[in-house]
């Protein structure tokens, strides 16, 4: 492992302790959070439902699976457990998801970029919100060529992250579409704006829930993107 990259993961490993001290900002029992959820599991199911074939049929592997909370959702839809796999570089997440999933689905704990995947094994491919917390781009660019490199051709990685930067917190930057596409240079990229920008959520949702409707439906207050890369 290069020093740059090792550098890297431990400092992702305490960024994101720092955002544990955080964590009921995270809370899906908060209105804004579980507004942001059901809108981005929305878009993530109509991508979805595009595809030709079943999700039982179907190879997925996500990178930064954390507590397994996505992985069961694809259980939900229909995906097998020993068709699922998920990638996780912190070991209480690890653990964390171990306890909830199924033996059946495969986890790696570690280094995503160095996982055991087979090339061309997997339909798709799953990142949410895990490019963000990378600042190193020979780090981001690595993951992402790993991440190619286990599609099989018609394969999609599936990709929700932020696209602006956060001028109060330097653990995360934002990943434009525009460096999506230079990490993913010879995929076929189809992308929607969405989530309303979290700090708005937050301070709107304290006057009432039903205002993250409101304010999301002015597309420049969406801070995220869902965008479906194709392997062809």
Known sequence: MSSERKQE?????????????????????????WQMLHERQRALWRALARREGTPSEWQLAEVGCGAGGNLLEMLRLGFAPE????????????????????????????DASQAGIEAGSQDLVLQSTVFSSILSDGVQQALAEAMWRWLRPGGVVLWYDFIVDNPRNRDVRGVPLRRVR??????????????????????????HPGAYTVFNSIPWLRSHVLAVIEKR
């Open 9 to 33: 993961l431990q400092a992702i490993a305490e960024r994101y302790a720092r955002r544990g001290a955080v964590a009921d900002r995270y809370s899906l029992l908060r209105p804004e959070v």
């Open 83 to 110: 068709h699922l796999s998920g990638i996780e570089l912190l070991p209480e997440r690890f653990e964390a998801a171990r306890c909830v999933l199924p033996a059946a689905v495969k986890l790696h704990l570690g």
């Open 182 to 207: 230079e990490l993913f240079p010879q995929g076929r990229l189809h992308a929607q704006r969405l989530t309303l920008a979290p700090p708005i959520a937050r301070a709107v949702c304290r006057l």
